[in-house]
Every structure is written in structure tokens, then in C-alpha cells.
């Protein structure tokens, strides 16, 4: 059984920061590639980050370029989602996810698991 377990999340001023971490279990974490996405209100889930299995590879939405940091530690079987600048737009749920075999970046439907979401508020 695959787990992905968020946490971090919470509310932060504009400008502010917070870090998400995403503990797996149940899988050969370093074998498969972890994406964040976030899901606001009404809104589609969308794509945030992207890291390859060896982290040497990542990849990110427009919006959240120079200000989101993607990286993971395969020892603790974790990946971190390190979020500065933070702006009332990036409020949303937010989602850790494995990429499965056939690991498509940017389509949610190739991830196979995913954690239960942690909620980021961001306030003006």
C-alpha cells in the first residue's frame, strides 16, 4: 500500500513563505518521479512541480517559476515543496503525487498515487 502523507501547510502572508514536505511509504520512493499540484476552489487541479526520480531533473508551471522550489531527499523518502513570494493566488489545496511507469510531467492522469492535500491560505 502506497502512502504519500502532506504536511505544512497553513496560512501565510502575501510575500510570506512556507514549506510543504510529502512522506511516502510503501514504494521504492527513489525509483519514481513526484509532482505537487493544487486544486483553489471551483478551480481544475492543475499542475505546480515536477522532480525526476534522481532529482535531476524539474520542472515548474509559469506562475510559480523563481518563487517554488521542488526537491526531494530519497533518504527520507520525502519531497519538499519550498514556496516564497507567496501571493493570495497560490491559495489552494495542495497535492503531492508518484508518477507512475509511464511518467507524463505535466498530465495529472499519469500520476498514480496521491496524498490526501494540505490547504495553503495566503492572505493580501
Known amino acids: 500500500q502506497v502512502q504519500l502523507v502532506e504536511s505544512g501547510g497553513g496560512l501565510a502572508q502575501a510575500g510570506g513563505s512556507l514549506r510543504l514536505s510529502c512522506a511516502a511509504s510503501?514504494?521504492?520512493?527513489?525509483?519514481?518521479?513526484m509532482g505537487w499540484f493544487r486544486q483553489a476552489p471551483g478551480k481544475e487541479r492543475e499542475f505546480v512541480a515536477f522532480?525526476?526520480?534522481?532529482?535531476?531533473?524539474?520542472y515548474y508551471r509559469d506562475s510559480v517559476k523563481g518563487r517554488f522550489t521542488i526537491s526531494r531527499d530519497n533518504a527520507k523518502n520525502t519531497a519538499y515543496l519550498q514556496m516564497n513570494s507567496l501571493k493570495p493566488e497560490d491559495t489552494a489545496v495542495y497535492y503531492c503525487?508518484?508518477?507512475?511507469?509511464?511518467?507524463?510531467?505535466?498530465?495529472?492522469?499519469?500520476?498514480?498515487?496521491w496524498g490526501q492535500g494540505t490547504q495553503v491560505t495566503v492572505s493580501s
Open positions: 510503501g514504494r521504492t520512493f527513489n525509483a519514481y518521479s
Open positions: 522532480i525526476s526520480w534522481s532529482g535531476g531533473s524539474t
Open positions: 503525487a508518484s508518477c507512475g511507469r509511464d511518467c507524463r510531467v505535466y498530465d495529472r492522469n499519469k500520476y498514480d498515487y
